[in-house]
């Protein structure tokens, strides 16, 4: 099956990408049911047969990951090339694919000139792996530890390039068609570019084609939305989406909030705790995860962890502890470990799971608060440039 994106066989590494189709038509990846039986309908078939022929169209993009409508071969030829002259089956442009040496994949992907966002891959966490998706191009909530949050806003994701970021993925991963068995990607996050909750209706609409049992099938309760506490659109999250809830935390109160994650001036933490009781279907099986970046000096000591305790009484959590990840400037440093571990002993005394989240892709960029930083300050197209030449001198060496 041929896809979009494939390995490279001169080195292994290096994405090759299909620029063969058109990029001036629509394209069908990405798109709703309902906008596939608007598809079948613009394309001649009958209003009576247009949603078993979207359907089909489900199938063979979401289940089979098909970039060639050669490929659906329930469909006529006649009927797919009709749909051939009036639609697509790319994906966004993969600009590069950063591999770290504890296997994280970083994809740089292209939505329209000038505007990129970033999507990771992390291997061996949860039931196998999770891939960490934007929702914006951009960040408006300059979280003062977060690197992605002193890139100014760009724009709201749509659906079709959310779920893109997760087609690009499978692509390179080679997971098509869909299998409950070995899968490598088994969980969603939207923990990378941007608030997903300022960007609710398009992430709902992303979740519903991704979570779908008959396409990428990544169920509801295997995808987690985090926020920095958007208090309105909290519960509206869990009534459209039933999706895990994460919270961006950080602090226990309100003054260090305010400067760790300004939001917190317009939400604070009475306001953003009630509204994470009031959650949808919140249980012991169903519980909030609370991310805590550890902060040297700043919010680690061990009455901070017995506060986050008491802030946390009542609500069925797991807390997330995060090392620190450093990019060029930042004004802040990682805890010592020990003391990151004594932090988590005082937690877990209480009662609360808190993993210490291993760094990952701190190599490339690709860590926790750290998303665009590379692309942000080089251009995709001289990094693309760059790696090239290193290939090209590497070759000339070896000859």
Known sequence: MNHALNIDARNGNAPRIDETTPRALPSLAGMTREELRLVAIDCGVDEKKAKMRADQLWRWIYHYGVTSF??????SKDLRAVIAEKYALHRPKLIDRQVSVDGTRKYLIELAPGVECETVFIPDVARSGALCVSSQVGCTLNCTFCHTGTQALVRNLTAAEIVAQVMIARDDLEEWPTSNENRKITNIVFMGMGEPLYNLDHVATSIDIISDGEGIAISRRRTTVSTSGVVPKIKELGELTGTMLAISLHATNDPLRDELVPLNKKYPLKALMEAIRAYPGLSNSKRVTFEYVMLKGVNDSLAEAKALVKLLKGIPAKINLIPFNPWPNSPYECSDWDQIEAFADVVNKAGYAS????PRGRDIFAACGQLRS??????????????LEAEGQSNDAGS
């Open 374 to 387: 590379e692309s942000q300050k080089v251009k995709a197209s001289v990094l693309r440039k760059q790696r």
């Open 70 to 75: 050669d490929e659906m071969t329930n469909i």
């Open 355 to 358: 993993p210490i989240r291993t």
